[in-house]
């Protein structure tokens, strides 16, 4: 499957995906609203994108993006990457934990240290920081005077 | 309910009828390393288990975002400290990616001989512990007799036995050390002489066997599934090699069979391990002896600078798949840095491989996932 294929596939399940081929792997941008419905179509596709091996997400101070590592266990030479722009304010995405059982583990580190609400999530908790903590650590506008060093 | 970090001192009120919740851990001879699961169970049955992390959290990530491309591989020797080296090089390898630096090839073939050592080192670690989880005191001290000429080859190439800190964006930080292909040459016949103690010991034993042999299955789709990696999921038969797949420095150059077994069970993986020993030595022999002369590392400026852009290093650690994520907004550091680490994605599939047996099966389970706790929490 080349780039123009997954780029034909996407188009139709995804009519406002845009594409960005600059970087190693075909990046896709999505909104937030299609994407559960783009993940699964990835997910049954004729090459299916079944391995998702990672999931972070990337505070841009304006918004925050998602992004999810795609791979195909077919064919591993094959990656994508799909992006989703989400309001700091109210970032809020659903979840893909029922289409990539992995991912339910990766979203609660993203929901901890970013603060994205996954929506549907079946058990959307605190995974490694303690339930008094403050903040969202990994945002950039996150301070801790007393246990942060600047260099 | 109680709340994630707490530690159930009362369990009255938790769960239905005839359940019992239990803690293993933070603090369990088994887990080797700070890790919490909190156990559902039905009788002995296991019903549900959810790992509690962050006790040694210590947010590896948000400290690379202010260190710069040379300093930022130190910190990752203290994520899988037990593949310290390998990880190095997946760092050292985004960096390069960006920069677009050409690795000289003796510093390829040095960092391949490194890794294949370094995964030797961690497999046997493993190995002893895993069989010392599972009541078996004698293969520890085999397995670190030979582990101990590995630390010290580190030792003297390196400066360090654990953390070593080695790689360095262009390539090594120092060139081998003169005793260094005599002494691995050392190591290689003596391994190979001894692994056969290991089979005696552990592979054969009736014990081990039947506390192994159909616990802890996983099937492929699974596997695949919950992002596994690394032989845990080559055990299931899931192709997931990556010097294979997306070969880096100098893995396509050397032959070498991935390892797959298709069971899936705890001892599909202790095979595989074992059997993976045994590649890398013959990866190791292969190049031990055919080390280029030349640079040991590039020429590079003295302040690295990454152009804007995201990119993306994935290599094979004794766990997995380790992926290096890195955003650059142009400057000396990184905007934002991800480790998509191995032991994550494995643990995340814990729950289903031991629910439904037994709770004296889990430590069979969760012995053969190798999990090492910073990796994890990083």
């Given at each position: 499957m080349t780039n123009e294929a997954i780029k034909e596939f996407i188009t139709s399940a995804a009519p406002t995906a845009s594409f960005d081929e600059t970087g190693e792997w075909l990046n896709i941008s999505v909104e937030p609203g299609s994407w559960k419905d783009l993940a699964h179509k990835l997910r049954n596709a004729e090459l299916p994108f079944d391995y998702l091996f990672c999931l972070t997400c990337v505070d841009w101070k304006t918004h925050l993006t998602v992004v999810y590592h795609l791979s195909s266990s077919k064919n591993r030479q094959i990656n994508i990457v799909v992006k989703s722009k989400l309001d700091a304010a109210k970032p809020e995405i659903e979840t893909v934990c029922d289409i990539w059982r992995t991912a339910e583990f990766l979203e609660r580190e993203v929901f901890e240290l970013f603060g994205v609400v996954f929506l549907n999530h079946p058990d959307l908790r605190r995974l490694i920081l303690t339930d008094d903590f403050e903040g969202f650590p990994l945002r950039k506008d996150f301070e801790d005077p007393i246990n942060m060093i600047k260099l | 309910m109680y709340t994630q970090t707490e530690i159930i001192?009362?369990?009255?009120?938790?769960?239905?009828?005839?359940e019992l919740v239990i803690n293993v851990g933070p603090q369990h001879p088994a887990t080797h390393g700070v890790l919490h699961l909190v156990i559902t169970l039905n009788g002995e049955t296991i019903k549900k288990i959810e790992p509690h992390l962050g006790y040694i959290h210590r947010s590896i990530e948000k400290m690379c975002e202010s260190l710069n491309y040379r300093q930022f591989i130190y910190v990752?020797?203290?994520?899988?400290y037990l593949s310290a080296h390998i990880n190095n090089q997946a760092c050292a390898l985004c960096v390069e990616k960006g920069m677009q630096i050409e690795v000289p090839d003796r510093a390829k073939v040095i960092r391949v001989l490194m890794a294949e050592l370094t995964r030797i080192a961690s497999h046997e670690l493993w190995l002893g512990a895993m069989a010392m989880d599972l009541g078996a005191f004698t293969p520890f001290f085999y397995t670190f007799r030979e582990r101990e000429l590995i630390t010290d080859i580190m030792e003297e190439t390196c400066g360090a036995r654990l953390t070593m800190n080695y790689m360095t964006p262009g390539g090594v930080t120092f060139d081998l050390h003169e005793d260094f292909q005599k002494k691995v040459k050392q190591f290689v016949i003596q391994f190979k002489e001894k692994v056969t103690e290991f089979e005696d010991l552990v592979t054969n034993n009736v014990i081990f066997r039947n506390r192994t042999e159909g616990v802890g299955i996983i099937s492929p789709a699974d596997a695949i599934s919950y992002g596994c990696s690394g032989p845990v999921a080559r055990a299931s038969g899931?192709?997931?090699?990556l010097r294979k797949i997306a070969p880096y420095d100098?893995?396509?150059?050397v032959e070498f069979e991935e390892v797959l077994d298709t069971r899936g069970d705890s001892f599909a993986r202790y095979i595989v391990r074992v059997k993976e020993m045994m590649q890398s030595i013959r990866i190791i022999e292969q190049l031990i002896d055919n080390i280029?002369?030349?640079?040991?590392q590039a020429k590079t400026k003295a302040v690295l600078k990454l152009p804007k852009g995201e990119f993306y290093s994935r290599v094979e650690t004794a766990r997995g798949e380790l992926g290096v994520y890195i955003v650059s907004e142009g400057g000396t550091t990184p905007y934002r840095i991800k480790f998509r680490s191995p032991g994550f994605s494995n643990l995340s599939a814990l729950d289903h491989m031991a629910s439904g047996s037994k709770i004296g099966d889990l430590m069979a389970t969760m012995g053969t996932l190798d999990l090492v706790i910073p990796d994890i929490d990083r």
């Open positions: - | 001192k009362d369990t009255t009120g938790i769960g239905s009828e005839g990752t020797s203290r994520m899988d899931v192709v997931s090699d100098a893995y396509d150059r280029p002369e030349g640079d040991f």
